[in-house]
């Protein structure tokens, strides 16, 4: 069911959004990745069905996605992105009340993220929502592939 929020509803994304999602993304200012193409995203969204959301507005445009991955264990917040002229207006908070709300149905004690040392905005925005920064342990990585990754991705 959509979730109504005073100016966008959130819903699920579907690879039928992948072309414009995918606009969404480097419009928002998100790092393309191999890992961010149509066969991956699709993959993705078998994995973790219903955790890829997206916010619409009025006239259905999407200005907003998050991915959310869950893994039995952890919960993820991946790529979490508002359209450049749409910020600041609460849109972000929506898409991740609803992330957060389907974590914990689906029995996640603990979200977490990446962020990147220099994003103020992101730094800002998660520290408002109560994350915290982990001092105590580094994100550690391998590329499995040729072409992977660089760090943090
Ligand atoms: C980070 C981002 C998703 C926030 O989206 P948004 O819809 O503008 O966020 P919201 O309007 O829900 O902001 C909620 C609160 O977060 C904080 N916040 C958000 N953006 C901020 C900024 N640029 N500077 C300082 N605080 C900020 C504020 O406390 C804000 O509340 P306020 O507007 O009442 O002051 C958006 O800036 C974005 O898409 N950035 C580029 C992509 C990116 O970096 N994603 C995160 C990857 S880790």
């Known amino acids: 069911m959509p979730t109504a929020h ?5 819903t699920e994304v579907t690879m039928d959004d992948y072309p414009v999602v995918h606009v969404l993304w480097q ?3 998100l790092w393309m990745r191999p890992s961010d193409g149509p066969q991956a995203t699709l993959l993705k969204l078998k994995r973790d069905p219903g955790l890829f959301l997206g916010a619409r507005d009025v006239r259905g445009r999407l200005v907003g996605t998050v ?14 992105a ?3 002229e749409k910020r600041r207006q ?14 914990r149905r689906l029995g996640a004690l603990k979200a977490k993220t990446q962020i ?11 520290t408002r929502r109560g994350y915290l920064r982990e001092d105590d342990c ?10 992977g990754a660089p760090p943090c991705r």
């Open 6 to 10: 005073d100016r966008v509803t959130i």
């Open 27 to 29: 419009r928002g200012d």
């Open 67 to 80: 991915m959310g991955g869950w893994d039995g264990r952890r919960a993820y917040v991946y790529h979490l």
């Open 82 to 84: 508002v359209l450049p």
């Open 90 to 103: 609460g849109i972000a908070d929506a898409l991740m009340d609803e992330l957060e709300e389907r974590f």
């Open 116 to 126: 990147l040392v220099d994003n103020v905005a992101s730094r800002a925005f998660f």
């Open 138 to 147: 580094e994100p550690w990585g391998k590329e499995l592939v040729e072409g």
